[in-house]
């Protein structure tokens, strides 16, 4: 079973449009993440849940929505894509022991998204 | 300037060899440290953390020179499968985990 699901692995969609990308993890994580890797590889941080409360926001466009239903789903929605949101986006699970968080993710799969 | 800083490389290393790399930090303040390994098209997998001690897994030597502010990973007796850009990972005082853009690194026959 796959640990950190995310869906869809690949999205090619106009500019101007919605589009929602889904994660999911079964390992019983408190924590998860969405990171954005762009064509220079750089991974950064967009937002992180934890237990379904939102405990990071970096400075993202207002375009960029996440939603947390319950602690193992956290979705992304982008209204409005530009081109410059072309990119993998990376969903991350870790689990905090006593407070502390040990610096494992455990990412899913990437969803690559281009805009056209 | 980045938060956490490395050369991106290509390391171009004959199979057998030894290779190592820094990775720099700005936050005097960061707690802890990690070396994560990415394949390409596939997602980043935590290979080792980084201990003040310096700790070793294999033929992964990690170090980190707090004075300095970086942190190194060394691989050893290099293998055509450690061929992968390896992602030095630093967690600030806020809890959140600031990547690098990693270090490319080919090991050829």
């Known amino acids: 079973d796959t640990a950190v699901s995310q869906t869809p692995k690949y999205l090619v969609t106009q500019m101007g449009n919605d589009k929602s990308i889904k994660c999911e993890q079964n390992?019983?994580?408190?924590?998860m993440y969405w990171y954005k890797q762009d064509s220079k590889k750089f991974l950064k941080i967009m937002f992180s849940?934890?237990?379904?409360?939102?405990?990071i926001n970096e400075t993202v466009p207002n375009r960029f929505s996440p939603k947390s239903p319950d602690k193992a789903h956290l979705n992304l929605h982008i209204n409005s894509l530009e081109l410059g949101d072309s990119a993998v986006y990376f969903c991350?699970?870790?689990?905090?022991?006593?407070?502390?968080?040990?610096?494992?993710?455990?990412f899913g799969e990437g969803s690559r998204l281009t805009v056209l | 300037r980045k938060e956490v800083e490395q050369d991106p490389g290509p390391f171009n290393v004959p199979e057998g060899a030894t290779v190592a790399f820094n990775c720099t930090y700005s936050?005097?303040?960061?707690?802890?440290f990690f070396w994560y390994r990415q394949d390409c098209r596939k997602e980043p997998k935590l290979l080792m953390s980084?201990?003040?001690s310096g700790n070793e897994d294999g033929r992964f030597t990690a170090q980190l020179n707090r004075a300095s502010q970086y942190i190194s990973l060394l691989i050893r007796d290099s293998k055509l499968s450690d061929s992968a850009t390896y992602l030095c990972?630093?967690?600030?005082?806020?809890?959140?985990?600031?990547f690098g853009a990693g270090t490319q690194v080919v090991v050829t026959p």
């Open positions: 991350a699970s870790s689990q905090e022991t006593s407070g502390v968080n040990t610096g494992e993710l455990f």
């Open positions: 390992l019983g994580h408190d924590t």
């Open positions: 936050n005097s303040a960061s707690q802890s």
């Open positions: 980084v201990y003040s």
């Open positions: 990972a630093v967690r600030d005082s806020w809890g959140k985990l600031q």
């Open positions: 849940y934890n237990n379904k409360e939102l405990i």
